[in-house]
């Protein structure tokens, strides 16, 4: 019995190696996930330290490309809280023979913000200034719709929510520094009639064991008229641990 089993694994073992070689590797998915959470450090309205979580989700095709981006900020002082932040941003894109045209929406609710709700939607034409296996540099540009409601303060204790026409220029820029480090910044300018913003969004990663990585993130974001109380700017620096799904 033993002597035909062997026999049988023997004879089939070349049709295996055939169907499943050695070198064999998943194909690339079209699906890419990023998970990331870890030590939040803000400045300006806000002075604390506490948790903070991103996912990002992106799928891509010859013709589209879909993002979505998860942000979650939280602090506390013993029982009681003392930021909270949630941030969610959308982006289509149809790719043409030159660059693509997108959809954009962005959507913040941040309860000790100096505005408490913020919601963005524009969209318009972007392409690759550079793109290369080593870095890449992204414009785009469009109009947009903001609304935005302004945190009460000493002198109005129930402001009215402002509401915008803007126009959004952005440059998103990715380097590859070393096999296992990239550096990334997005600079993000809305310009309107009642108010006009200019955020700086930066991070360097740095992966030590296949998937995982550890991640520094800093965002600046300036806002030139601000309410009463409030600063023009804020930052929000942040140490995290980061896993990608692929």
Partial sequence: MKKALLICLLTISPAAWALVP???????????????????????????????????????????????????????????????????????????????????????????????KIYTISSGYGFDLISNSASKLSLEVGPGYRYDLPSSSSTDMDPEANQDFILRTAAKYSVKLQEYTSFNADLTAESGADNNTLTLDMSYKNTFIQDWAFKIGVNVKYTSEVPEDSQNTDTITTFNLLYTFQ
């Fill in 22 to 116: 050695p070198d064999y590797q998943e194909p690339e998915s079209d699906f890419n996930a990023e998970v990331e959470a870890g030590l939040q450090l803000n400045s300006g309205n806000n002075e604390t330290k506490n948790f903070n979580g991103r996912t990002y989700l992106t799928y891509e095709t010859s013709q589209t490309k879909q993002e979505a981006t998860v942000k979650a900020y939280y602090a506390a002082d013993g029982s009681e809280s003392t930021a909270e932040k949630y941030d969610l941003y959308l982006q289509s894109n149809y790719k043409l023979s030159r660059g693509y045209v997108f959809g954009r929406g962005e959507f913040t609710w941040d309860e000790y913000g100096s505005f408490t």
